[in-house]
């Protein structure tokens, strides 16, 4: 039986791949509790398979997507066949989508030879906005405009003992963003590119060294790289040990609990306090 983590704030890395699929890992999908508040943030392709390994899906208090890109969001079709296919489920699951969302939904409903309004049964679906925060249950959500092909928003996460969780989801470079996640004691950053070079001009991704050095920028206290192709693991740890930050790549079935600025635990260092689920 999984143990409930108290009043700490927790990350499971349930996926952290690219959108081209990896036997080794799902693409975007990462588990934040705190107590039995548990959201999920991101969606991607495997994500929900290797959530019902850690958690009952039917006990998220609500799923946050950051973008509507396939690698962030299609698993809420294999996610929703876990609610009843035609009456509507007594306690739909609250799902937050970015402006315009709403439409990429209905019309995911549609490619998969759906009825209209099938996600409408399992799930309370609304578009959130990205200059209000939400609040769920004890968790404080705040969005970050990242730098993406597409509107994307990235969040920061605080808890109420003071730990905050950022993660920018998919971004090119951004002052914008650094700002944001000024001190956070965790950060996920994406790391998609081995180079800029085929990145388009307005640029959408970060290569590992941007990454790092966003993250150096704004003062994280931790950091792991997500967003990457498993085979760049090697390279990714490379660089964040001649980083001098407190960084490494994220592992698929990684555990870490988020210590607010001042804890001594050490719990938010990426390097200590990681299990494999």
């Known amino acids: 039986m999984r143990d409930v983590l108290g009043e700490r704030l927790r990350l499971t890395v349930l996926g952290c791949s690219t959108a081209a699929p990896h036997p080794a890992t799902p693409a975007a999908g990462y588990l934040v509790e705190w107590g039995t508040t548990a959201i999920l943030l991101d969606v991607g392709q495997g994500v929900i398979r290797q959530l019902q390994r850690v958690l009952d899906p039917h006990a998220l208090a609500a799923v946050i997507v950051g973008h509507m890109h396939a690698d962030h969001y299609l698993d809420l079709v294999g996610l929703r066949y876990l609610y009843p296919w035609g009456e509507r489920a007594p306690d739909p699951l609250a799902l937050h989508l970015p402006p315009g969302g709403r439409a990429r939904l209905d019309a995911l409903a549609t490619a998969v030879s759906e009825r209209p309004g099938f996600f409408d049964a399992g799930f309370d679906a609304v578009e959130y906005d990205p200059e209000r925060p939400l609040e769920i249950g004890p968790l404080r959500v705040r969005f970050v405009r990242g730098r993406h092909y597409v509107p994307a928003w990235g969040v920061v996460i605080e808890a109420p003992d003071g730990a905050r969780l950022g993660y920018t989801g998919d971004t090119g470079p951004s002052d914008t963003v650094v700002a944001a996640m000024r001190d956070v004691d965790l950060l996920l950053i994406e790391a ?9 001009a307005a640029r959408g991704h970060l290569t590992a060294d941007e990454a ?7 003062g994280a ?4 790289l ?25 592992i698929d079935g990684a555990v870490v609990t988020v210590s607010p600025s001042g804890a001594t635990d050490g719990a938010s260092d990426p390097h200590r306090g990681l299990t494999a689920v």
């Open 221 to 224: 206290r931790s950091t792991m």
């Open 226 to 250: 997500v967003h990457y192709g498993p085979a760049r693991r090697p390279e990714l740890e490379a660089l964040c040990a001649a980083s001098g930050l407190r960084a490494r790549p994220a």
């Open 192 to 200: 998609a590119l081995q180079t800029s070079v085929f990145d388009d």
């Open 212 to 218: 790092l050095d966003m993250a150096r920028a704004a």
